[in-house]
C-alpha cells in the first residue's frame, strides 16, 4: 500500500493573506485535495497567524471527510487555540517569530517536562499526538516515553541538499530513526521541504506510513490546479512503492 499523504495548504492562505482579502479560500483548496485522493489535511496555526486563521481551522473540521492535522506552538497559547477545533491530530512544532517557516526539529529532551503535560491535554480532549523532531534516537526515545501517538521527522536537511550531493547519510538516519520509532510504538511521518522530485526516497522507508507536503503541492497548483497536482504527488508516492 501507497504512503499516505497530507496535504499541507498554509501557503494558499498566505496567498490570500497577501491582500488581505477572501480568496483563494483555503477550505477549498483543501475540498479538491480531499476529491483528489488526499488521505489528510494539515495547516500551521500560528501565533503570528500570518496565513492559517481560526475561522479556517474551523471550517476546515466541518467540512472535511478525511483528518484534519493541526501544527501549533508547543505553548499553552498554541493548545488554547487549537483544543477547541478537535482535530484529528495536532503535531507540536518549534515556532520562532522571525523564521520564514519551521527550522529544525522540536527539542523533546530539553522540553520533556513541559511536553508531558501538553500531551495529557490534547488526549485528555481526544486528539492524538505527533511530535515534529529531527531523526535522532535519544529525541524518538521521549517521545515514545511521553506516549506521544506519532513523530514527524524532519527532512529539512535532506531536501536542502545542494545538486550533486550525496543524500546516502541523510537517508540513513531517516531510515534508521523510522526503524527504532516502529519499535517503540510510533506512527512514523514526515515532512518539510519534500517535493516530487525527492519524495520517492523517504516515501520507500518501509516504516514510513505517511508524508506531509506543501509548498511543493501548492506551488505546483498554481500552474496546473490542485487536483491535478494532488494526483502527481500521488502518482509519485505509488512509484516508490517495492
Given at each position: 500500500m501507497s504512503v499516505r499523504l497530507g496535504v499541507n495548504i498554509d501557503h494558499v492562505a498566505t496567498l490570500r493573506q497577501a491582500r488581505g482579502a477572501h480568496e483563494p479560500e483555503p477550505a477549498a483548496a483543501a475540498l479538491l485535495a480531499q476529491g483528489a485522493g488526499a488521505h489528510g489535511i494539515t495547516i500551521h496555526l500560528r501565533?503570528?497567524?500570518?496565513?492559517?486563521?481560526?475561522?479556517?481551522?474551523?471550517?476546515?473540521?466541518?467540512?472535511?471527510?478525511?483528518?484534519?492535522?493541526?501544527?501549533?506552538?508547543?505553548?499553552?497559547?498554541?493548545?488554547?487555540?487549537?483544543?477547541?477545533?478537535?482535530?484529528?491530530?495536532?503535531?507540536?512544532?518549534?515556532?520562532?517569530?522571525?523564521?520564514?517557516?519551521?527550522?529544525?526539529?522540536?527539542?523533546?529532551?530539553?522540553?520533556?517536562?513541559?511536553?508531558?503535560?501538553?500531551?495529557?491535554?490534547?488526549?485528555?480532549?481526544?486528539?492524538?499526538?505527533?511530535?515534529?523532531?529531527?531523526?535522532?534516537?535519544?529525541?524518538?526515545?521521549?517521545?515514545?516515553?511521553?506516549?506521544?501517538?506519532?513523530?514527524?521527522?524532519?527532512?529539512?536537511?535532506?531536501?536542502?541538499?545542494?545538486?550533486?550531493?550525496?543524500?546516502?547519510?541523510?537517508?540513513?538516519?531517516?531510515?534508521?530513526?523510522?526503524?527504532?520509532?516502529?519499535?517503540?510504538?510510533l506512527k512514523v511521518l514526515a515532512g518539510h521541504g519534500l517535493d516530487f522530485h525527492n519524495v520517492g526516497a523517504v516515501a520507500a522507508i518501509p516504516e514510513m506510513e505517511e508524508v506531509n507536503i506543501g509548498h511543493s503541492i501548492v506551488g505546483r497548483a498554481v500552474l496546473v490546479g490542485m487536483e491535478r497536482a494532488v494526483r502527481e504527488m500521488l502518482a509519485a508516492l505509488r512509484e516508490s512503492q517495492p
Open positions: 501565533a503570528d497567524r500570518r496565513h492559517i486563521q481560526e475561522r479556517d481551522a474551523r471550517l476546515l473540521k466541518e467540512v472535511l471527510a478525511i483528518p484534519l492535522n493541526v501544527e501549533c506552538a508547543a505553548t499553552a497559547d498554541g493548545l488554547e487555540a487549537v483544543v477547541p477545533v478537535k482535530p484529528a491530530w495536532v503535531t507540536l512544532v518549534p515556532e520562532a517569530r522571525e523564521e520564514p517557516t519551521t527550522q529544525g526539529g522540536l527539542d523533546a529532551v530539553f522540553l520533556h517536562a513541559h511536553l508531558r503535560q501538553l500531551v495529557r491535554e490534547l488526549h485528555a480532549s481526544q486528539i492524538r499526538v505527533s511530535l515534529f523532531v529531527d531523526p535522532q534516537p535519544d529525541q524518538l526515545k521521549v517521545a515514545a516515553k511521553l506516549e506521544a501517538d506519532g513523530v514527524e521527522f524532519n527532512t529539512g536537511p535532506y531536501a536542502d541538499l545542494g545538486p550533486g550531493s550525496d543524500p546516502a547519510l541523510e537517508l540513513g538516519r531517516l531510515r534508521e530513526a523510522a526503524r527504532l520509532g516502529s519499535r517503540l510504538g
